[in-house]
């Protein structure tokens, strides 16, 4: 693995000198400044790359160059955002950067139902639980045909969940949908957020993906000039959510974009916490067959509990992701290569030590290092024991 560390630029509460403690090479970072459709200036895009190689640095990956929601939905000005984009891929590339994260998840980014649930050791993880989302769309949104879009035993617990619920939860519920997490570009009011979740009624899953594809065969000739590569990152959680389509959730979709969009450079980020989000998905098989488009990693694990509520784990080896298995496919295609594959270890707990340091969720230091350190024994190991 080539191991990557993601920094949050100037406001970031780690610099670079102390990131590069940890031994990595390689940023992971944006021009966090620019809002969807704006072409990143070479300018801005150069003074970032130095500040990084001065601290002994590179940039070379970016996450990300979010997509403008017009150009999911064809709407407004998207041919211009597209146009836009292309700008900044020349521009991130003139300037190092070998390969581009992003996602094309309508209107929210990931998302999580509580930041803050606490271990028994006192760390915190993050937990995604599918009964509050459901409850949180039928009594609280009251989105419209909200009920009809969940089976009726998940509207049972989702009802048992929101009788249960005091105001504080609720809040707490309503802030984390839909505000401030990492990667996410607006904080929305419920209102703002149906009235953005009404317009994709009009496009739908087929002209999601019809946007999609066009959208990137439509870089594509900037992807071959340049030699960047392309990394999209699944849905998370890989299925849909408050009524929105969702086109790269599991292998099917994967297979889809593929066979829609020829290029090799057009590819994937392996994201481990956000596949997982689906039982249904196994990110080992997953990693064999689309190898050869996987440009990107976030490996972590999650925990489930009975009833399909998830959580992030205590460590990033052990959990629903046979960690293992995965490393040991990763090695095997770097071989392949003759090349290592970027890939940052994704989240970590929040222990106490990091309570004086203010941080996006789920992006403390010691916790990322933790699972970094973790990452790198296994790779050790693997090495080792496979002649890799
Ligand atoms: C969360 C991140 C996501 C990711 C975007 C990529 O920790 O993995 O916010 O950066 O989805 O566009």
Request: aromatic share 10%; hydrophobic share 40%; proline share 5%.
């Amino acid at each position: 693995m080539r191991a990557c560390w993601r920094w949050f630029g100037d406001g970031d509460p780690l610099s670079l000198a102390e990131i590069r403690q940890t031994g990595v090479k390689d940023i992971v970072a944006a021009l966090y400044e620019r809002k969807p459709g704006e072409a990143w200036p070479l300018d801005e895009v150069r003074a970032r790359a130095e500040k990084v190689r001065e601290a002994g640095l590179e940039w070379t990956v970016v996450e990300s160059i979010p997509v403008h929601e017009d150009i999911k939905k064809h709407t407004g000005d998207w041919r211009r955002f597209v146009e836009n984009y292309k700008t900044s891929l020349r521009n991130v590339a003139a300037c190092g950067v070998k390969t581009v994260c992003y996602n094309f998840m309508p209107v929210l980014d990931w998302t999580r139902t509580d930041v803050k649930t606490r271990l028994d050791d006192g760390s915190v993880v993050m937990t995604y639980n599918p009964y509050e989302v459901a409850a949180f769309d039928v009594f609280a949104l009251k989105r419209p045909g909200a009920e009809s879009a969940y089976d009726e035993a998940t509207l049972v617990k989702a009802k048992e969940v929101w009788e249960k619920s005091t105001p504080a939860d609720r809040e707490r519920l309503e802030k984390t949908i839909l505000m401030g997490l990492p990667g996410t570009v607006d904080d929305l009011s419920p209102e703002e957020f149906l009235a953005q979740v009404r317009e994709y009624a009009n496009v739908g899953e087929a002209g999601l993906r019809d946007h999609l594809y066009g959208f990137l065969n439509e870089i594509t000739p900037v992807l071959e000039d340049t030699g960047l590569t392309m990394a999209i990152h699944p849905d998370d959680p890989p299925y849909p959510i408050f009524g929105l389509p969702r086109i790269l959730s599991n292998a099917a979709d994967m297979r889809i974009m593929c066979e829609a969009c020829p290029s090799e450079k057009v590819g994937f980020t392996l994201c481990t916490g956000s596949l997982g989000g689906s039982l249904a998905n196994d990110e080992v098989a997953i990693f064999r067959e689309f190898a050869r488009r996987i440009h990107f990693c976030h490996f972590r694990n999650l925990v489930y509990a009975q009833d399909g509520v998830f959580r992030e784990s205590e460590s990033h080896l052990t959990g629903k992701v046979d960690m293992p298995a995965l490393m040991l496919e990763l090695l095997r295609e770097e071989k392949r290569r003759g090349e290592r594959i970027f890939l940052r270890p994704d989240h970590g707990r929040q222990f106490y030590i990091d309570k004086d340091r203010p941080c996006y969720w789920g992006y403390s230091f010691v916790g990322r290092m933790v699972g970094l350190s973790e990452l790198r024994g296994l790779e050790c190991g693997l090495r080792s024991v496979y002649g890799l």
